[in-house]
């Protein structure tokens, strides 16, 4: 790699500017590119975001009388009656207290465009049968909660709806909004997951959206639970309130509801991101920008004053660098973040080269007269890493502060880099969360 500490300049970004100007009516892409300042963000590109299938206008209705079904409705097996959602009691798991009521149920003809967090569309199947939207509130504790179910036409379309949902999830672009943790729905239905949102909600307060998606036969509910807190809530009310509104299905149509004890384990959604990296969704939230990241291919290079990387010296086998950045926000064109991926023959050699690259930026400070450099978290689980901040004093009273991280996961290294400007940091547990994430993210990595 070669080296990192140059002046500010702009010039990948003013080109995505102008690339942006001209594919303003392309409504499915999005422009985002690096720039420079003590070292250069990662290149520039266009990064194209997902088109979920399926016809979106007010008019792409689904009923749900069983006479007005699309498609085969007819069938036997498909659900034909409301009564088949859950009830008040029955969402009593989500919370210790307080007790649920039914606040509204909606069909197909009236369901709203958007039931759930993260959805595209109004349906993940806009040629099924029917569907359903039940909303609930806790008036204790002011907690919210939703019931989507969309009946298909058969098996191998409610498995696509499934696959269109998780698509959602995974690929959201709803501003404000990150993935704080995810789960693999065992024992639910014949396929499920559970994904926690988070939202700011004040400065020591964020809004929780915690969300199952599961299918059997042929309809497909997901189960969303709203709540305010300090910290994200445990998936185990949503999977058992899941459960029982799965039960009632299965008991219905006779549909396979899954063998065993319900459990949620800890897994990452899938993403359609490069293999290895984050997904936008995975990238911090910050309350001045209120528009979503989006992923562009980066330039690897070897960091700022203090990290010396050399990626080759290292005998990576493989390296690749991401750039983050929200093109469409107002923010400095130093913003976005970078990510860095790297496999090695063994994981001793990876944990080598996490190794030095944090004894290179611990004795900074002493070994750079114009570095101050401040510890600001660490990884000691599976994955061990560390994060800091770091400030160069340029002269001419220029001071550039950055964030860096490193993190080795296997036979593999996760090196991030963020720089901070006014109005647009992150906390020191946030950027150590979002490192744990890149490493964990680092698996597919091939």
């Known amino acids: 790699m070669s080296g990192s500490h140059r002046a500010p300049r702009g010039g990948g970004r003013a080109a995505a500017r102008e690339a942006r100007r001209q594919q303003s009516r392309r409504r499915n892409q999005l422009i985002g590119a690096g720039a420079a300042v003590v070292v250069l963000l990662g290149g520039g590109g266009i990064a194209a975001v997902n088109a979920f299938g399926g016809d979106d206008s007010p008019g792409d209705s689904k009923s749900s009388s069983p006479d007005d079904s699309q498609g085969g409705g007819g069938d036997e097996n498909a659900l034909a009656d409301a009564k088949v959602l859950i009830d008040g009691p029955a969402a009593k798991p989500l919370t210790a207290s307080g007790s649920w009521a039914i606040a509204a149920t909606a069909d197909g003809s009236s369901a709203p465009d958007k039931s759930f967090v993260c959805q595209a569309q109004r349906f993940a ?10 909303t609930f509130k806790n008036a204790a504790t002011k907690d919210t909660a939703v019931q989507y179910v969309e009946v298909s036409n058969d098996t191998a379309a409610a498995g696509k709806a499934y696959t269109t949902i998780t698509g959602w999830l995974s690929q959201c672009n709803t501003p404000q909004v990150r993935l704080v943790a995810s789960y693999t729905a065992e024992g639910l239905g ?39 807190g300090g910290t994200p809530p445990k998936p185990d009310g949503v999977l058992a309130t899941a459960g029982a509104g799965l039960k009632r299905i299965c008991t219905e149509t006779g549909a396979d509801c899954g063998s065993g004890n319900l459990q949620a384990k800890t897994g990452l959604l899938s993403t ?26 980066g330039e690897v290079r070897s960091g700022t004053l203090c990290e010396k990387i050399d990626l ?31 496999k090695f023959a063994t994981p001793a050699a990876s944990a080598a080269f996490v190794a030095q690259i944090r004894k290179n930026v611990d004795g900074c400070a002493k070994s750079t007269s114009t570095a101050t450099v401040k510890s600001t978290g660490s990884l000691t689980s599976a994955v061990k890493g560390e994060t800091w901040k770091a400030t160069y004093d340029t002269g001419g009273g220029k001071v550039f502060t950055f964030r860096i991280g490193i993190a080795g996961s296997g036979d593999r290294a996760v090196y991030l880099l963020y720089p901070v400007l006014k109005n647009l940091d992150i906390t020191d547990t946030v950027f150590t969360e979002v490192l744990a994430r890149a490493a964990d993210r680092s698996a597919t990595f091939k």
């Open 272 to 297: 359609q991101e490069s293999a290895g990296f984050m997904a936008p969704i995975d990238l911090p939230v910050l309350s001045s920008v209120e528009k979503p990241w989006v992923s562009v291919d």
């Open 190 to 228: 014949e396929r499920g997951v559970i994904a926690v949102f988070g939202q700011p909600n004040g400065t020591k307060s964020s809004k929780y959206r915690t969300v199952s998606v599961t299918t059997a036969g042929q309809a497909t509910m997901v189960l969303e639970h709203d709540t305010t």
């Open 312 to 342: 080759k010296k290292a005998k990576a086998t493989k390296y690749k660098t991401q750039t983050y950045v929200v093109p469409e926000a107002p923010v400095p064109t130093e913003f976005g973040m970078d990510a860095t991926v790297a």
């Open 125 to 134: 199947d806009p040629a099924g049968i029917r569907t359903w939207v039940r």
